[in-house]
């Protein structure tokens, strides 16, 4: 979703990566920086598609799927969603990648 945002880690996460990962302090600070990157990469994204350099396939609505989702029917469903994002934008892609120039000669 182009207006999802997540959170900053709140302190008490932050202990915890802290006190459980102690001895991979760079993962920690990975860890903790997570949603900022995130945040800055849809920025990115975002402008890059604003100035037409880039054709971004999203979903409209949240995705109500979790990461480590085991529920298939879920998992199907986001999946015809997605299937179906695509199917309704291919006119649109195709017109972009039409007009767009070859990455290599």
Do not use: W
């Not at 469903?77 to 997605?82: M, V």
């Amino acid at each position: 979703r182009r207006d999802y945002a997540k959170k900053p880690p709140s302190f008490a996460l932050k202990r915890l990566y802290s006190n459980s990962f102690k001895e991979y302090p760079e993962f920690v600070k990975t860890a903790i920086r997570r949603p900022e990157m995130y945040n800055h990469s849809v920025e990115v994204l975002n402008k890059l598609e604003s100035n037409d350099e880039i054709f971004c396939l999203a979903p409209k609505d949240p995705v109500k799927v979790g990461r480590l989702e085991h529920n298939t029917k879920k998992m199907t469903e986001l999946y015809n969603i997605g299937r179906n994002d695509a199917e309704n934008n291919l006119e649109a892609m195709l017109n972009y990648l039409q007009k767009s120039e070859p990455l290599y000669d």
